[in-house]
């Protein structure tokens, strides 16, 4: 199977969620639909939508259209290939092929699915290697994903982060620095440095801080509902949510853009949803 790099795209939006089980006549709809559809989203939600059909011929489908996709497509098969259905005739093998033969977002993505499928202990331990692998080498967006996908609690992880957290590249240290803000004796310190990113012009710090609950960067963020940048309201708004600032993340649902409208009404109902 050959697995070349490509540019990521929108795909990896698309992977929440798991797909129904259906009859293996949809296969095929499906499957053309994720070869050959012009949107990008489209053919990541029919790869995925795919995995309900459990069928060693759609494993091998989806194997040939990993070859030629891009980044974003190349995750959702990933998990595509770790749903149940496609896990136990063959999917399972894909995942454990690229965690440890490729670099780059669906390594981590399989990563991540091997540590949470559970298992045999080396398909574990392979997961392991490639999100530590990640961590610490390849393209700053990567080692970011890796860090976040990661398991915390386990000893090399940590130190991986702590080793993360003292680097240069900005975008990576805030992101060890954020999961470091987990751990109850890192936290202080942790939050501490955000503070002088943040201080210094960082923004995803500040972010970061919001998201973590700190009450000055939770008032930084909620002055970005006010911005004239759709997106940035938008980011804002997803911040206040996650730090459980619901009433302010609803100011969004009377937002003059109608699609600004509609995912903070969606933000904010799956975060309150019991």
């Known amino acids: 199977m050959a697995r070349g790099g490509g540019a990521r795209r929108s795909g990896g939006e698309a992977r929440r969620g798991a797909p129904e089980v259906l009859p293996p006549a949809?296969?095929?709809?499906?499957?053309e639909a994720a070869r050959l559809d012009p949107n990008p989203v489209?053919?990541?939600?029919?790869?995925?939508?795919?995995?309900?059909?459990?069928?060693?011929?759609?494993?091998?489908?989806?194997?040939?259209?990993?070859?030629?996709?891009?980044?974003?497509?190349?995750?959702?098969?990933?998990?595509?290939?770790?749903?149940?259905?496609?896990?136990?005739?063959g999917g399972r093998r894909e995942i454990v092929a690229v965690a440890e033969n490729e670099r780059g977002a669906a390594a981590i993505e399989a990563g991540a699915l091997l540590l949470q499928m559970g298992g045999d202990a080396e398909a574990r331990a392979i997961g392991q290697r490639a999100l530590l692998r990640a961590m610490g080498e390849g393209l700053s967006r990567d080692r970011v994903l890796a860090m976040g996908r990661a398991t915390i609690g386990d000893r090399d992880v940590l130190e991986a982060i702590h080793k993360a957290a003292r680097e240069p590249d900005v975008p990576v240290k805030i992101a060890a620095l954020t999961r470091l803000g987990e751990v109850a004796q890192a936290r202080a310190q942790a939050w501490a440095e955000l503070r002088k990113l943040a201080d210094g012009g960082a923004r995803d710090a500040l972010f970061a801080l919001a998201q973590a609950g700190d009450p000055a960067a939770v008032d930084g963020v909620t002055k970005e509902l006010s911005s004239t940048h759709a997106e940035a309201r938008l980011r804002a708004m997803n911040a206040l949510v996650t730090a459980g600032r619901f009433a302010s993340a609803a100011d969004l649902l009377a937002d003059a853009h109608p699609g600004v409208r509609m995912r903070a009404s969606c933000a904010v109902l799956s975060a309150r949803a019991p």
Do not use: F, H, M, N
């Not at 949809?26 to 499957?31: F, G, K, R, Y």
């Not at 939600?45 to 989806?62: K, M, P």
């Open 26 to 31: 949809d296969s095929s709809a499906l499957l």
């Open 42 to 89: 489209a053919q990541a939600i029919a790869a995925r939508a795919a995995a309900g059909v459990a069928s060693a011929d759609v494993v091998v489908a989806l194997r040939d259209r990993y070859a030629t996709a891009d980044e974003g497509l190349r995750q959702s098969i990933v998990d595509a290939w770790g749903r149940p259905e496609l896990a136990k005739v």
